[in-house]
């Protein structure tokens, strides 16, 4: 019933901004916090963003903090990865993750390739 569709990826420079977007269905954003998550070829996939249910709370990965906000559009459904000072560390597959409240199943979307180019 939840799905989640991630996109806005791409090739970017060094320095340069990106934004991603996730369109979710199938669920309320009330109960369910949203994160970005990011893997690498051969790295763990670790989160990097999380806004919690309410909107009011956010929570960042010590490698992206200030550079990185995540964001909501109740109206549109969709969640956003604003990425700014992107560098080559940042070069990722980013996935769009909804977490129930109850601390119920996690789901995932697809991801979207983000490239930073040296």
């Known amino acids: 019933q939840v799905q989640l569709v991630e996109s806005g990826g791409g090739l970017v420079q060094s320095g340069g901004s990106l934004r991603l977007s996730c369109a979710a269905s199938?669920?309320?954003?009330?109960?369910?916090?949203m994160s970005w998550y990011r893997q690498a070829p051969g790295k763990q996939r670790d989160m990097v963003a999380r806004?919690?249910?309410?909107?009011?709370?956010?929570n960042y990965a010590d490698s992206v903090k200030g550079r990185f906000t995540i964001s909501r559009d109740i109206a549109k459904k969709t969640v956003y990865l604003q990425m700014t000072s992107l560098n080559s560390d940042d070069t990722a597959r980013y996935y769009c993750?909804?977490?129930?409240?109850?601390?119920?199943?996690?789901?995932w979307g697809q991801g979207t390739q983000v490239t930073v180019s040296s």
């Open positions: 806004l919690s249910s309410s909107g009011e709370t956010t």
């Open positions: 199938g669920l309320a954003f009330d109960w369910y916090d």
């Open positions: 993750s909804a977490i129930p409240t109850n601390r119920g199943f996690q789901h």
